[in-house]
């Protein structure tokens, strides 16, 4: 079974550091762009940050821009996304997701998503 485990999320203060960890199971994910949503109550689902297979392209919203950072480690099929200088508006389910083209994950979709992680930040 095709499983992506995302964790690291919690309750932080604003201004707080966290970061999310995702591993794939069940087949590599190694030669596919990684990425990482978000979904905050209330609110549509938001493209939060992308990496290409190589890991030589990142890709982020204006919003977590020069806060977060996205990495991976693709002899651990692991992708990590660095949440620094952390915002209440940063308060959502975190999703880490992969998908056949970076393109979809650009565009705000993806094939394979992970169960979510939740991240709480108070003001």
């Known amino acids: 079974q095709v499983q992506l485990v995302d964790s690291g999320g919690g309750l932080v203060q604003a201004g707080d550091s966290l970061r999310l960890t995702c591993t794939a199971s069940g087949r590599s994910f190694r030669n596919y762009p990684m990425g990482w949503f978000r979904q905050a109550p209330g609110k549509e689902r938001e493209f939060v940050s992308a990496?290409?297979?190589?890991?030589?392209?990142?890709y982020y919203a204006d919003s977590v821009k020069g806060r977060f950072t996205i990495s991976r480690d693709n002899a651990k099929d692991t992708v990590y996304l660095q949440m620094n200088s952390l915002k209440p508006e940063d308060t959502a389910v975190y999703y880490c997701?992969?998908?056949?083209?970076?393109?979809?994950?650009?565009?705000?979709?993806?094939?394979?998503r992970g169960q979510g992680t939740q991240v709480t930040v108070s003001s």
């Open positions: 990496i290409s297979w190589s890991g030589s392209g990142t």
């Open positions: 997701a992969s998908s056949f083209g970076l393109a979809t994950m650009l565009q705000g979709d993806f094939d394979f």
